[in-house]
């Protein structure tokens, strides 16, 4: 019997879940087994779908394993599958490090040091992997900043608004609720960790209620689905303080004690009527009545929000007036009670010692860099530069942890940005991703499996130790190896850039004092922490004072936040004096059924992700993709829709607005309302045309933080004829 050994990882996915990831290695170093850890209280053992068949990811023949460099003759643009050889030629890592290392100096020199951009995002959200030598990096070399508002920014700062802190109900205490509503989240697609907590509860008589234009799994399982139109949730949650403030189903002492603004919000919520709220969501007025009277009389009532409530154009107001509810009817008292939406402000690493912003003043530049918004890169690709305030056109693209050709809005933008020989593009990959198609260089990356890191979460409070469980495959290296080298090629000397994995562990926890093996943590809620203790638990619960004391912890409950009023705000001074609303407002969306836009594009599409995928990633797996096939490629819509314009089920239709078209083929059934459509989110690659359903989504920001609006896109759609669906049908 040969030797096995079972390593803890994290899985880094951009999941709330970060699940404890047993991995099993045999005497040949070969991992040969993944299950989830059963000594995580959120994990319990069991792991996702997705990461369940981790070990055909890790080892799948697709896996880009050596430095590549286009050849000569190849023109940029999407590859045939399994082609890609025939665009690249095998490099070595000197090679690649040397070139690139040329070809950015060279750039810096001519065009300024702002004309490169980093693109990065959540393919791995370990610390060290997201966000720490490559922070350094880019900012010595003084180039643009990246604003990463592709995902969370709205909600994030809506919460920051209203608490002053990302927290909120412990995942664990879903068991006590007795009143759940799931405020679009897909928690079975999602967050599937949090699905026992729920069963749980119901167990217990707990009512489940889900606010989700589309049918998700978690709706169809639920007591009550709210079929909500899109972008309309801000008028739902101002009408249920309508009426809670209007019957007194307020929790007067959390209020008066706890919350700053009532009484102007008390007179700024009279006008949103439970008729008026009605004609806008689609809901009956009798439902947001009972929607509200329960939410205030069913005790502990929590709500699990997710992040696709603020993919609409105004969605940081949707997300604002969603959090005051739980204040409103002082939910945050009780055990169960409150609202998750993120846990990730408890996490308290030191992020000025991993990313040294200070380092943009050792640069050419000597000043902080432009920002660049990471939701409009067609612009900064396409546009950028032509304005005389806009700095320097955009000449050099460093993407890694993100595969922007498929996840960015406005696709074709993008794409034809990414086309321009002008441009000079390096991708850090685990695979030939629909971006690594328009790069110059590619960079073979690691997988969690092969690296270490630590790692928090933004839906739980356990922090993790990742360990390397496997060698890199083939060439893979890490992010934290790549950009300490290449600094250490562009020759810049600071002491920072040779810092190791373990040393930048080490800063990110501030460990401080005594001997190696006794150093300990000094970051808030993580004071006592050891490596030791990592290595040996896997997972440490952050530290609470509530705890401590033998008390559970309820964010919010009592106590000064850190809000500029210290309490809940519903009337927020700081947001009025940068010119938006003080107290939450609704508007429809530019692109909604309620705007003009909808007489030329009268359908409001979705362009949601899929179950069986991580945003684009797993969607050129092979087992990935059977899962994940009955909706894959697929316009889902009502059967009202279809057949107003003639179409069936299978019928191959074109769905177009003014940014683009995409051919795909219907599928109809329950899952979508009159007036909704969907698709999910792949790789192009393996799309009809080539494009997924970014070249419908657009530019747009929302309200708060500057986020991208993929739930705000109106679209038409018509049948094909026979000859349109020949073509479509060939991918
Ligand atoms: N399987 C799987 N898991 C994932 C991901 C994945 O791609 N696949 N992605 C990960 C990432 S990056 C993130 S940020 C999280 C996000 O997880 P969630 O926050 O759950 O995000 P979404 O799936 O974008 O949206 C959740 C639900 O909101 C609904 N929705 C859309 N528009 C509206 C609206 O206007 N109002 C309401 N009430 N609901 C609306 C959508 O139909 C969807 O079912 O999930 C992570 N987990
Ligand atoms: N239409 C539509 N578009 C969307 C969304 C949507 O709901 N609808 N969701 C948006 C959201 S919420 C998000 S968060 C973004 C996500 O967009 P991205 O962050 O781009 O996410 P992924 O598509 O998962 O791509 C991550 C890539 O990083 C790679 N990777 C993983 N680990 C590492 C590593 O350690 N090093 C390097 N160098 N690479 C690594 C993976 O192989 C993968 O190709 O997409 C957004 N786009
Ligand atoms: S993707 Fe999420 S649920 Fe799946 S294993 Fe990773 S952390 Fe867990
Ligand atoms: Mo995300």
Not at 210 to 226: F, G, K
Not at 317 to 342: D, E, F, K, V, Y
Request: proline share 5%.
């Amino acid at each position: 019997m040969a030797e096995l050994k079972i390593i803890h990882t994290v899985c880094s996915h951009d999941c709330p879940d970060s699940c404890g990831v047993l991995v099993t290695v045999n005497s040949d170093g070969r991992a040969i087994k993944v299950q989830g850890d059963p000594a995580h209280p959120v994990t319990q053992g069991f792991l996702c779908g997705k990461v369940a068949m981790y070990l055909d990811r890790v080892y799948s023949p697709a896996r880009l394993l050596h430095p590549m460099r286009r050849r000569d003759t190849a023109a940029k643009g999407a590859l045939p599958r399994d082609k890609e050889a025939s665009a690249f030629e095998q490099i070595s890592w000197d090679e690649a490090l040397e070139t690139i290392a040329q070809r950015l100096a060279h750039i810096s020199r001519k065009f300024g040091p702002e004309a490169i951009l980093p693109y990065s995002y959540a393919g791995t959200i370990g610390t060290l992997g997201y966000g720490s030598m490559d922070r350094r990096f880019f900012h010595r070399l003084g180039a643009s900043q990246l604003d990463r508002t592709i995902c969370s920014t709205a909600g994030g700062e809506a919460l920051l608004a209203v608490y002053g802190r990302k927290l909120g109900t412990d995942p664990e205490h879903f068991r006590h609720s007795r009143y759940i509503i799931a405020w679009a989240a897909n928690i079975h697609g999602n967050n599937v960790h949090l699905w026992p907590m729920i069963e749980d509860a119901r167990r217990q008589g707990a009512k489940l209620v889900v606010i989700d234009p589309y049918q998700t799994r978690t709706a169809r399982l639920a007591d009550w689905h709210i079929a909500i139109n899109p972008g309309t949730d801000a008028a739902l949650a101002l009408g249920m303080m309508h009426i809670l403030i209007r019957d007194h189903l307020y929790d007067e002492a959390y209020v008066v004690e706890q919350t700053h603004g009532f009484e102007q919000l008390r007179e700024h919520v009279e006008q949103y009527t439970p008729d008026r709220v009605a004609g806008w969501t689609g809901m009956a007025a009798e439902d947001v009545e009972l929607l509200a009277h329960e939410y205030a009389t069913i005790t502990p009532a929590v709500i699990r929000m997710n992040y696709g409530v603020q993919r609409s154009e105004f969605g940081g107001t949707a997300a604002r007036a969603i959090c005051m509810l739980p204040a409103l009817i002082g939910a945050w008292r009780h055990l169960g009670g409150g609202l998750q939406l993120s846990t990730s402000g408890a996490f308290q690493f030191d992020k000025a010692a991993l990313e040294r912003p200070d380092l943009m003043m050792e640069s050419p530049l000597k000043r902080p860099a432009r920002v660049v918004n990471m939701s409009r890169l067609g612009h900064a690709l396409t546009e950028l530069g032509s304005e005389p305030d806009d700095g320097p056109l955009v000449k050099a693209l460093f993407v890694y942890n993100s595969n922007p050709a498929a996840v960015a809005p406005n696709q074709n933008a993008v794409l034809r940005g990414l086309k321009s020989e002008d441009l000079f593009t390096v991708v850090h990959e685990q695979f030939f991703t629909d971006t690594a198609d328009y790069a110059d260089i590619v960079l073979p990356a690691t997988t969690f499996l092969e690296h270490k890191d630590i790692q928090g979460a933004y839906g739980h409070y356990y922090l993790q130790l990742s360990n390397a469980a496997i060698e890199p495959l083939g060439e893979a290296r890490s992010n934290v190896w790549l950009f300490s080298r290449l600094a250490q090629r562009m020759g810049f000397t600071e002491a920072c850039f040779r810092d190791s994995t373990e040393d930048l562990i080490s800063q990110a926890l501030q460990l401080k004092g005594g001997p190696e093996e006794e150093r300990s943590s000094s970051n808030p809620g993580m004071e006592g922490v050891t490596l030791k203790r990592l290595e040996q638990e896997g997972q440490v619960r952050l530290r609470f004072d509530e705890e401590a004391a033998g008390q559970p912890f309820l964010p919010f409950a009592t106590g000064r936040l850190d809000t500029p009023s210290g309490k809940v705000e519903f009337y927020s001074e700081a947001l009025e004096a940068q010119g938006m609303d003080a107290m939450p407002t609704f508007r429809p969306p530019a692109e909604s059924r309620h705007s003009a836009a909808s007489e030329k594009y009268p359908l409001e599409l979705l362009a949601r992700k899929a179950d069986n995928y991580m945003n684009s990633t797993f969607a050129n797996l092979p087992g990935h993709r059977k899962m994940e096939a009955r909706t894959d490629s697929r316009l889902e819509m009502s059967a009202v829709d279809a057949a107003a314009r003639g179409i069936a089920d299978g019928d191959w239709v074109e769905v177009a607005n003014d940014r683009g078209s995409l051919c795909l083929q219907a599928l109809l059934g329950e899952a979508m309302s009159a007036g909704v459509v969907s698709a999910r989110l792949g790789w192009n690659k393996f799309s009809g045309g080539g494009r997924n359903v970014n070249v419908l989504t657009s530019e747009r920001l929302t309200d708060l933080g500057n986020g991208a609006t993929f739930y705000s896109a109106l679209v038409q759609e018509r049948k094909l004829t026979l000859d349109e669906a020949k073509t479509a049908s060939v991918r």
